[in-house]
């Protein structure tokens, strides 16, 4: 009887020890990609997929919201989320620093960003002087920083891939809207993401000078989901319910656009135009979906400009 019992809480113990989380804590960031976000929570569609997997009822989501895929890293590495979302430079770079520890999971959608400038004088990236002052959400950093690299690199040459590094300016995307279109700071660029761009082109005074799919084409990745090894392979079921729960999300925006809408208005508070917001969902500045493009065109650009150690496949950079 002894045995029976010292062998019952042997498998008690096991079984606490192997039990996947009751929570997901996502990291997310300010803008219009947070659509699928909004969609899964109000539908409860991680909820949905994790009692189909097991997991029974209780699993809680948590959103983190923070300024910048330099944050969200952050917080992934601290412990503090357990799902990163930020722009694939922020991640690659993550990616280098852990030794492939961290990878992503899905991809966050194909959104093509916007430099835009209050500046009448600045047509296109070769009319920047230094009294251009360009808000991005993180400097040197971000997937914004990295296009602008890219671009100066196709424009001056390789060898001058920083030139416009000098003139950028750590912003979060709602704090760089004010500034640019307050007019009363420095700053006479933001280099953003939806639905900040089209909201600013909105304004007379402002006006696009580069967008992304100039510089690496349209439809390309510019976002991910990732997390850490360690939470990957203890939470096997978890994370799969996540990766359902996006598809679906990502599905029903797709197919319900004016309904999406509606629905990130009033779950986010927002007071930005549904006509603005539907927009960028009909003309394809931002495509929501899991799989991803290639994104070896950034690594590769990083490894070639040094910021990265290690040159990563595809298959290297995903789960």
């Not at 359902?244 to 629905?263: M, Q, R, V």
Request: charged share 25%; net charge neutral.
């Amino acid at each position: 009887m002894k045995k029976f019992f010292l062998i019952f809480a042997a498998f008690l113990m096991s079984a606490e020890l192997f039990a996947e989380a009751n929570s997901l804590r996502i990291a997310k960031q300010y803008g219009f990609n947070t659509l699928p976000f909004t969609v899964i929570t109000e539908h409860k569609l991680v909820q949905k997929y994790a009692k189909e997997a097991g997991l029974g009822d209780g699993v809680k989501i948590e959103w983190v919201t923070l300024a910048g895929g330099s944050a969200t890293n952050e917080a992934l590495l601290s412990g503090s989320v357990d799902i990163s979302s930020s722009g694939v430079a922020p991640f690659i770079r993550l990616w280098d620093k852990t030794k492939g520890k961290v990878k992503a999971i899905a991809s966050s959608g194909k959104d093509t960003i916007g430099l835009v400038s209050s500046n009448k004088n600045v047509k296109s990236i070769r009319d920047l002087t230094d009294k251009d002052k360009i808000a991005l959400p993180a400097a040197k950093v971000s997937i914004q920083s990295l296009v602008l690299q890219i671009a100066a690199a196709k424009e001056y040459g390789i060898k001058n891939y920083d030139k416009f590094d000098h003139l950028t300016v750590t912003l979060g995307n709602p704090d760089a809207f004010v500034a640019l279109t307050s007019g009363k700071s420095e700053i006479t660029a933001h280099f953003g993401r939806e639905p900040y761009t089209s909201i600013e082109l909105q304004n007379p005074n402002i006006h696009e000078i580069l967008n992304s799919a100039d510089v690496v084409g349209k439809g390309v990745t510019t976002g991910v989901y990732s997390t850490t090894e360690e939470f990957y392979k203890a939470n096997p079921k978890l994370i799969a319910s996540f990766i359902k729960a996006l598809d679906e999300a990502n599905a029903w925006i797709n197919s319900h656009k004016k309904e999406a809408i509606e629905l990130y208005i009033k779950s986010e508070k927002s007071k930005e135009s549904p006509s603005v917001l539907l927009s960028i969902l009909e003309n394809g500045n931002a495509e929501f979906s899991s799989k991803a493009s290639d994104i070896t065109v950034f690594s590769d650009f990083l490894y070639e400009t040094g910021a990265i150690k290690s040159k990563p496949k595809q298959k290297d950079l995903f789960f």
